[in-house]
């Protein structure tokens, strides 16, 4: 399958869906069939906070129209973020859309995991991954905690990059959520999240989401759906 991806929201995202993509191609000597088009995060964070879902479907449609030119049969949002329009973009879009949420419900549920921390953008926190997680408890930051957590991430995402006062946080927030919550593991629920825990040393086990929905997308590329 050509696969389509809508990228830019953040350029920390994008690129870490299309090095893991190659990397999962090369290393099982596949060819892949990519194209790429460019979201604009300003106009997520914007309709993000707005709850203007539909507003923010109808950009993806778009994007999702050229991909469909350029030849793509299936296409993705390379963000957490950006799956909160995801129903409504499913009932506009000219492609199939490859859905990360089921997706994750599925892993969470193969994996065993009872109880999770969830780390992301506000509405992924609030929201608690849209509703879709059926497989799993969810535990967030709370009150001021659930913010300062939305707003760091926010940040981190538009530069496309992590400060060390932003790892640290990060890292500091998945423990407490672990300690206080009974979190058996920290959920990375937003994309960029791979810049603030890449080499931290945590005592605790960490799911990547965008690492589940790369796999999945691997896996319809080569046909194995």
Same mark, same amino acid.
């Given at each position: 399958?050509?696969?389509?991806?809508?990228?830019?929201?953040?350029?920390?995202?994008?690129?870490?869906?299309?090095?893991?993509?190659?990397?999962?191609?090369? /290393?099982?000597?596949?060819?892949?069939?990519?194209?790429?088009?460019?979201?604009?995060?300003?106009?997520?964070?914007?309709?993000?906070?707005?709850?203007?879902?539909?507003?923010?479907?109808?950009?993806?449609?778009?994007?999702?129209?050229?991909?469909?030119?350029?030849?793509?049969?299936?296409?993705?949002?390379?963000?957490?973020?950006?799956?909160?329009?995801?129903?409504?973009?499913?009932?506009?879009?000219?492609?199939?859309?490859?859905?990360?949420?089921?997706?994750?419900?599925? /892993?969470? *549920?193969?994996?065993?995991?009872?109880?999770?921390?969830?780390?992301?953008?506000?509405?992924?926190?609030?929201?608690?991954?849209?509703?879709?997680?059926?497989?799993?408890?969810?535990?967030?930051?709370?009150?001021?905690?659930?913010?300062?957590?939305?707003?760091?991430?926010?940040?981190?995402?538009?530069?496309?990059?992590?400060?060390?006062?932003?790892?640290?946080?990060?890292?500091?927030?998945?423990? *407490?959520?672990?300690?206080?919550?009974?979190?058996?593991?920290?959920?990375?629920?937003?994309?960029?999240?791979?810049?603030?825990?890449?080499?931290?040393?945590?005592?605790?086990?960490?799911?990547?989401?965008?690492?589940?929905?790369?796999? /999945?997308?691997?896996?319809?590329?080569?046909?194995?759906?």
């Amino acid at each position: 399958m050509h696969i389509g991806l809508i990228g830019g929201i953040g350029p920390a995202a994008t690129e870490f869906y299309y090095r893991g993509l190659v990397q999962a191609h090369n /290393a099982a000597e596949k060819p892949m069939e990519l194209s790429i088009v460019r979201a604009q995060a300003r106009d997520l964070v914007r309709n993000v906070a707005a709850g203007a879902a539909r507003e923010q479907a109808a950009i993806f449609r778009d994007l999702v129209e050229r991909l469909a030119a350029a030849g793509a049969e299936g296409a993705a949002v390379t963000s957490m973020g950006g799956h909160f329009c995801i129903k409504e973009l499913e009932a506009i879009s000219p492609l199939p859309m490859i859905n990360a949420i089921p997706i994750l419900d599925a /892993a969470f *549920r193969q994996r065993g995991v009872k109880r999770i921390g969830l780390l992301g953008n506000e509405t992924v926190m609030r929201s608690r991954l849209y509703g879709g997680i059926s497989s799993a408890d969810i535990v967030t930051p709370e009150g001021d905690d659930l913010a300062d957590a939305g707003d760091a991430y926010t940040a981190m995402a538009l530069a496309g990059r992590a400060t060390d006062e932003q790892r640290d946080y990060f890292r500091r927030m998945g423990q *407490r959520l672990c300690d206080e919550k009974g979190a058996d593991a920290i959920v990375l629920g937003g994309t960029d999240l791979f810049s603030a825990f890449d080499g931290q040393d945590c005592d605790y086990p960490l799911i990547d989401c965008a690492e589940i929905h790369i796999e /999945a997308l691997f896996h319809a590329s080569v046909g194995e759906t």
